[in-house]
């Protein structure tokens, strides 16, 4: 069984502002490619989008919206009004700023075997006053040298992480920018097409699992490990926490962001 954590152990993101146009559409036709790159590499095979709405003086609605695509491509020009065509009752001015692009991947186990679970990675794409950009995003301890409990995992990391990696930096050739690690979470941070190494003390890594509690152990060390925020390394770092502020998906200030179908439990065991 796998574990998820209620927080990515790691994201990636690129800044579109220069090379694609705003809007659904566009998000669309960038969201079909990044999915055929993840899909070569058995990391993500699309099959519903998941947006909240929004409206201009408003902000974030209430209100979330799934729609099962199955074999239609994300690439094809009528799924945008098919999206739209789920604008919420009594909101005829909502608009859809967002959507994380949901499907199933596979990992594998130490012994070989393949195992597919859905929401392996999450892939997001924003468009809204502040520029356009796609984030991916990775919520399991199978990319990381050791797992949630702080147990290293060499082979485990060996036969997942460098599928991601070698995704990662397709995605990049695709798009034309080269992704930024996103911020780092008490699971895990990003660090170029990978997750960072964790501390290792006495042969283990941090242990997380008790997080809830906002303490972790670390195998009775003392305190958990503390992360830092980096320092904005670029125009679109330092802008980074207005834009997540703003996020369709992510919520806006006053209010959680909604995260519906994530698992708000801190850590979920699925088969």
Known sequence: MLMRAPKESGSWTWDLDDVAEPGLESMLVIAGRMSAV????????????????FEA????LSVSSRLNIGARSLGDPALG????????????????GGFLVLGSGAW??????RHTEHRLVELELTSNQMGTWAELSVFHDVWGQCDFRGEPHPIIHATNAPRLASALQELDHVLGVAAEPGEPTFYGRAEGYGLGAPDIIDGLGPDVTNATRGVGDHRGRGDP????????????????????????????????GPQLTRDTRYLRKRR
């Open 38 to 53: 993840l899909e070569k590499y058995d990391l993500l095979a699309p099959a519903s989008l998941e947006w909240d709405w």
């Open 225 to 256: 490990p503390r992360l830092r925020w980096p320092r904005p390394s670029s125009r679109f770092a330092s802008h980074r926490w207005q834009r997540r502020r703003l996020h369709p998906l992510r919520g806006c200030p006053g209010r959680q």
């Open 81 to 96: 009004d098919r999206l739209r065509a789920c604008r919420p009752t009594g909101h005829p001015r909502a608009e859809i």
């Open 57 to 60: 003086g408003k902000g974030t």
């Open 108 to 113: 594998f186990d130490a012994d070989g075997a």
